[in-house]
Every structure is written in C-alpha cells, then in structure tokens.
C-alpha cells in the first residue's frame, strides 16, 4: 500500500512539474500581450531581423516582444495610443484594407505575407479597447495624479496628451461636440493641477476636462461663436475669456458652477480684445487691445461693475485702438509683481510693473511674438515668434528673456511656426508646438484620418537653453496651443 502511495505521489508531482513547465513555455511567449494578439506579434514582429532586441534600432525603434517594450515607443513616439486606432501607427502599419482606416507603406511584417483581415481586425478592436495586457491593465491608467503635456490641435479637434515623464504620447480626447472642426483655440489647466480648460475658434462652446482621467466634465455656451483667449485666476476659481472683434467680448465665468458671472460689450467698449490674464483671486486683469496701443486693465471685485482704464504701451501716449505695437498676448510673471505684453506690430515683449503699471523694458523678439511661459525655477520667460512672410527679417523661434535681468539671453530655431509653448519646471524643458503650416515647413512623417499638414512638438533643455538633440514628435494638424498639468 505504501509503494502504491508514493507511486500515486510522484506521478502526481511529475504531472505538476510538467503543467508548470508548460506554463513557464507558453508565458514567455507573448510576454504580456493577450494570447491572440501575442500570437500574431511573436510570430511576424518580434522576431530576428524585425522588431526584437537585436534588430529594432534599424526597425524605428519598436521591440514587439513583449507589452511592456511595445509601450516604450519607437524613435517617432508612441505606435499604439490606447482606446484610438486611428491614430496609432502600429495599426496604420500592418493594415491592408482601406475600409479599415489608414494605412503606412511600407507594409508591414516586411518580407512577409500581410496580415489577414481578421487579423487586422483582432489588432485594432484589441488597440480601441485601450490595449490592455493580458491582466486586462491598460497603460498609463494607474496613476491619476500624473504629470501631463495637452496640446490642441486646431485642424483637427483634437487633443494629444503625452506623459510628460517619459514624453511619450499616451491618450487623445475629442474636443467639441459637432463633426464640423471647431478648432480648440486656447487651452489651460487650473493652477490646482485639477481641470483642463478649452475655448473653441468656431464655436461658441467652453469645455472642462477633469485632469485625472481626462474625461470630460462640464461645458458652457458663451454668448457668440470665435472665442480667442483666456486666462485662469491663481486660485482655479474664475476665467476670462475674450472674442476678438471691433466691439469685442470678454466673459468672466465662474469655474466652479461653469457659469457666466459677468459679459461686457457694447459699441466701442472693448475693441479687438484679445489676450488676458487674470491676478491670483481673479479681481484684476489684463487685456490686449489687438489693434491698438494700449491694453486695457479691467478691476472685478465686483463683476457686475467692472472698473476699467487703458495703459498706453509706451509712457506718455495716448490710448488709440489703432496703433503700431498691436498687442497680442499679457501674462503675469508667477509672483504676480510683473506683467509681459507681446507686441505683433513691433516684434518686441513690453515688460511692467504690476503695482504701478509703469514701463519697465523693452525687449526685441526674433520674430513676431506669440505666447509666453514662465519657468519658476529658473530665471527664464520663453516667448514663441512665429515668422512674417512680409518682414524678412524675422524668424520662427523663441526669443528668452532673463526674468531677473530683463534682458534678451538668446533665440532658438525650434520648427516651423512656432505658437504654443510651456515650461515644465519638475523635468527642466519648455514644450514647443510648431504649427508646421505653410508648405515649406517640415514633411510629416505620416497622414492620418484628419486632413491636413501634421504639426511637430520639440523641447528645450532649460539648463543649457539649447534644443534637446534628436527629439522631435508629430502630432496632429495645427498644433496651437501647450498647456501643462503639475
């Protein structure tokens, strides 16, 4: 009886260690993906001379054998942006079937036979269900206080978030509500690091997006379509948002309701406003006259009375709505003591004081300024200038004005049609959307489902304040604006 015991024990421990050994054989095998899609990738992709360890530098960078190196991205970025298909190039690569969507040439597995229908099919449901691993975890969705770059792209109502640790493009949202291109236009994340905010050029509506899951959480209508920019107070409180027209709008909200607190307009009341920026409580604010000479400053500690006065941009000139220094953009420097006026009619940034509204520099720009962002850790402004084709003597770039000093410290090619840019102070870059419009900026590295000329995001390294070498990443068309969640 014994021997039959011991007999029955090691036939049972045998049959243990042979299903672990053929646990431990298939595991490694797909290595994190879900067995199907494993299976199609272990058998044409990762594989000698395509996209493993040895041969994914001559491949783009990408290695396909496992999830986990898929999701560190190629040479160009990410391949596969979860939940969206349609703009994941690994997708566009092995796809054959124009009703699928796009497709890259060449095709891929190169040198081998394309990729069945049902196979192409099984890779795009499996990437627009997040692609998750084969624990159902889909990536980036682990940490929602993690630090992220947005940028809108106003060609295509769309805006791209990377993962600003690792630079890596790891979700797109949707912004506006109809199939006709709204055109994100102004774009900022609440101090508290808690919403995003959209204002829309063809429209008329305001999005809130909550940052830590990036869905979409409120709206309002403003009161008229092609709203420009705006402005958030220090303490996430309120907005100004302006129309650009001869009797402009300028709305104040409040972002906690997402209400209107307050519209002023009327015949010649504001004229072409623009820019804005609002104080740490929201009580006093800024706005560019775009055609003007001046800007105007505006006190809401009570809305519904606003007191309103115009500063001349240069001392002792008198107001006029048309003037040569046409201002574009206003910001406070982070401690509120200082304010920066870009000038589009001079190519210059106007510095002031903010307690007493006096000129304190001027300062040319390498082309024609744009926006502004502050680094709080060094003693740097970062101005995006984009190039105007009747001045040949300014150029795209971003002009660098010493904070401490006052005084230039030096410009940077950084792409075509430079606009939006922001500083990200925790990894010591400032991110710089590149428009890309004109025909003879950069070709993009791939076509999509929106139409149009792909624009480029670049970075500077705020320690040497020269161009981070050898990255440069697409994303969609006209990529306007950069905003940034700490």
């Given at each position: ?59 783009a ?26 703009l ?51 990536k ?49 994340v ?54 650009l027209s ?176 922001i ?14 419009i004109?025909?003879?900026g ?6 999509t ?38």
């Open positions: 009886m014994r021997s039959c015991i011991q007999a029955l024990a090691l036939f049972s421990a045998a049959l243990l260690t042979l299903h672990a050994c053929t646990r431990d054989r298939a595991e490694p095998l797909y290595q994190g993906f879900p067995a199907k899609v494993g299976r199609i990738f272990a058998g044409n992709c990762g594989v000698s001379g395509c996209h493993n360890a040895a041969s994914k530098d001559a491949c960078g990408l290695e396909l054998t496992s999830w986990d190196k898929l999701f560190e991205g190629t040479a160009n970025n990410s391949c596969v942006i979860p939940f969206r298909p349609d994941s190039t690994l997708f566009f690569s092995i796809n054959t079937f124009p009703d699928l969507g796009p497709a890259l040439s060449p095709t891929m597995p190169v040198n081998r036979p394309a990729l069945s229908r049902e196979e192409v099919i099984l890779i795009r449901d499996w990437i627009a269900a997040g692609a998750p691993n084969d624990k159902g975890f889909v980036w969705s682990d940490d929602p206080g993690r630090h992220k770059i947005y940028v809108a792209n106003q060609g295509c109502d769309l805006i791209t978030v990377f993962d600003s640790k690792t630079r890596l493009i790891m979700r797109a949202i949707d912004a506006g509500n109809t199939p006709a291109t709204e055109a994100p236009h102004d774009m900022f609440s101090p508290d690091g808690n919403y995003l905010y959209i204002s829309f050029f063809t429209s008329n509506v305001f999005q809130k997006f909550r940052t830590s899951d990036d869905t979409k959480v409120g709206e309002l209508n403003l009161p008229d379509i092609s709203w420009h920019s705006m402005a958030i107070s220090g303490n996430s409180q309120r907005a100004l948002v302006s129309h001869a009797d402009g709008v300028v709305s104040l909200l409040d972002l906690g309701s997402m209400s209107i607190l307050q519209t002023y307009q009327g015949t010649g009341f504001l004229v072409y406003p623009h820019g804005c920026t609002l104080n740490y409580d929201g009580t006093v604010g800024y706005i560019t006259s775009q055609q003007g000479n001046f800007i105007y400053k505006i006190g809401l500690s009570n809305p519904s009375s606003p007191d309103i006065a115009m500063i001349p941009l240069q001392t002792g000139d008198i107001p006029n709505p048309a003037g040569i220094y046409k201002p574009y953009e206003v910001d406070f420097t982070p401690d509120y003591t200082r304010y920066y006026v870009t000038c589009q009619g001079t190519n210059e940034v106007r510095i002031f004081d903010s307690g007493n509204d006096s000129l304190l520099q001027v300062i040319p720009t390498i082309g024609v300024p744009q926006t502004i962002s502050f680094s709080e850790t060094f003693p740097y402004a970062f101005i995006a200038c984009m190039q105007d084709t009747a001045n040949t003597s300014t150029q795209s770039g971003v002009s660098i004005v010493n904070t401490a000093t006052l005084q230039a410290v030096s410009s940077l090619y950084t792409g075509p049609q430079p606009r939006g840019l500083v990200d102070d925790e990894h010591q870059c400032v991110w710089v959307a590149n428009r890309n004109s025909g003879v950069w070709a993009p590295h791939h076509t489902v929106c139409q149009g000329r792909a624009g480029y995001i670049t970075l500077i390294d705020m320690n040497n304040l020269q161009m981070i070498p050898a990255w440069r990443t697409q994303v969609s068309v006209d990529p306007y604006q950069v905003a940034i969640k700490k």
